[in-house]
């Protein structure tokens, strides 16, 4: 795992924002894996610039989402899909048949998860997963004491979750109660992960999952297992993280972001 701590949430996204478009820049078939939320929109957003001003191209990208709620359709305001297309896929040359999301209105949830994990496994793999920290330290819906092979799945989602996600409905008494959620499991063969954290509200969960054990009560530590995970995080994001020099030393000295130098 590297951490890349940088001063403000603007250069965090940027960097975050740069990183994806360097991968479908190399590989334009990329299959990527997506994340939702308050952090990701703005990702979303420089994303959509960098097409319409740069040409990013996303014609030949196929697309795996985290997660979706059970029991919402994908017209539903508050859908993971509805989110996907409102944010990135409806402003970017990207298939709809390449875009992929968890069936949250399936008649066998469980097996829609299962055939979820297929068909990732069919297109070859992710190449770069995209991801963010919640309040409880999970990744995608993966809540506490979620294992750490766990594949595509329903998850009861925790009371936490429940309050830090239901101000985006409209009803906040109408979210849902469960998800499919791609498993910790799923999430670790792609290969590269890359996280974004900022704000000072994930600066205690932030480092349990960088710096504290690896453990099942936090999924995001798990993230410390894989080969090839990059964390981006801003100044507040990262204000309780112990060794917050090396990470500002390794953005700067590390050839690898040598080409990120002028955010």
Not at 15 to 29: C, D, E
Not at 63 to 89: C, I, K
Request: proline fraction near 5%.
């Amino acid at each position: 795992m590297q951490v890349i701590l940088l001063e403000t949430k603007e250069k965090a996204v940027e960097l975050t924002a740069r990183v994806i478009a360097g991968q479908l820049q190399r590989k334009p078939n990329s299959v990527l894996g997506l994340a939702t939320g308050r952090t990701m929109e703005a990702v979303y957003a420089r994303l959509v610039r960098m097409h319409r001003e740069e040409g990013l191209d996303f014609s030949l990208t196929v697309t795996f989402n985290l997660d979706e709620y059970v029991g919402l359709p994908p017209t539903h305001e508050s859908s993971y899909r509805y989110y996907m297309n409102h944010h990135l896929f409806s402003k970017v040359n990207i298939d709809p048949r390449n875009t992929h999301l968890p069936d949250g209105m399936a008649a066998d949830p469980e097996s829609a998860g299962a055939a979820y994990d297929a068909l990732i496994k069919d297109v070859g793999g992710i190449d770069l997963q995209l991801l963010s920290v919640g309040a409880s330290g999970h990744i995608g819906f993966n809540e506490p004491l979620s294992a750490m092979f766990s594949r595509t799945r329903v998850k009861a989602l925790t009371p936490k979750t429940v309050e830090q996600n239901s101000p985006l409905f409209r009803n906040p008494a109408e979210m849902p109660r469960l998800a499919i959620t791609m498993g910790v499991g799923t999430i670790l063969e792609a290969d590269q992960c890359l996280m974004l954290v900022t704000g000072s509200s994930k600066a205690r969960v932030l480092a349990k999952a960088v710096e504290g054990p690896v453990t099942s009560m936090i999924s995001a530590t798990a993230l410390q297992l894989h080969s090839d995970c990059t964390v981006v995080v801003d100044e507040n994001a990262g204000d309780l993280l112990e060794q917050k020099e090396y990470y500002r030393w390794i953005f700067e000295n590390d050839p690898q972001w040598s080409a990120y130098q002028n955010l």
